[in-house]
């Protein structure tokens, strides 16, 4: 069973919507949580930090929720420039594991 | 600042031959990690190192792979015989220290196994 478990996508919603991505992580243990992006070839990078209190940055929202082990990350208003995949991390002490990534495309 | 920085961007090989990728972090970084990631996969550790010791190495295949760093500031991934399945994209990502949670990536090497 993988550390972080994602749904896939795609995901291919139209400028201006809302969307959703939802993460599971199996060790209760975790510590801290990520949300990277990463573009079609290029590497990934750091979105924002999931803080237990949830923490928003613009657009995005991210939450954790402890109880169920799962991370939400939110967008608002999509603009074309989120077409990217969302990668989700969790910590555990020195390891961190990434998910699968889920797809997004925003469509004109 | 620049960022991290890996070479080659691309190498393709036959298979059973050697193969080396070389990184560099950004200053000051003392936490290098070596990934691979596979097509529509995310990223999976092969090799942590704290300046110049290999604190983590639990998922890098040793019987093929190799890993050095030897004045804790670049590092140097070799595959020995590469295989078929070694074909991916290798990234190096740097951080200050393993309790500073933001990992930076470089662009990766994308490798090719025939």
């Known amino acids: 069973r993988k550390e972080v478990e994602q749904d896939p996508g795609p995901f291919n919603v139209p400028e201006g919507a809302t969307v959703a991505f939802n993460c599971t992580y199996s060790?209760?243990?975790?510590?801290?949580f990520f949300w990277y992006r990463q573009d079609c070839r290029k590497e990934p990078k750091l979105l924002m930090s999931?803080?237990?209190s949830g923490n928003e940055d613009g657009r995005f929202t991210a939450q954790l929720n402890r109880a169920s082990q799962y991370i939400s990350l939110l967008i608002r208003d999509s603009k074309l420039s989120d077409s990217a995949t969302y990668l989700c991390v969790s910590q555990e002490g020195n390891q961190f594991y990434f998910g699968t990534g889920t797809s997004l495309t925003v469509i004109p | 600042e620049a960022g991290v920085v890996q070479s080659p961007r691309y190498k393709i090989i036959e298979k059973k031959q050697p193969v080396a990728f070389w990184c560099n972090p950004i200053?000051?970084?003392?936490?290098l990690y070596w990934y691979l990631q596979n097509l529509g996969q995310g990223p999976e550790l092969l090799i942590r190192?704290?300046?110049?010791?290999?604190?983590?190495d639990s998922q890098l295949p040793k019987d093929r792979f190799s890993a050095e760093r030897l004045k804790g500031v670049d590092s140097t991934l070799k595959i020995q015989p590469a295989e078929l399945g070694d074909s991916a994209v290798y990234h190096c990502?740097?951080?200050?220290?393993?309790?500073?949670?933001?990992?930076?990536f470089g662009p990766g090497t994308r490798l090719t196994v025939l």
């Open positions: 060790n209760s243990a975790s510590q801290s």
């Open positions: 190192y704290e300046n110049e010791e290999a604190v983590d």
């Open positions: 990502a740097s951080s200050l220290a393993n309790g500073y949670n933001e990992q930076f």
């Open positions: 200053s000051g970084h003392n936490t």
């Open positions: 999931v803080y237990s």
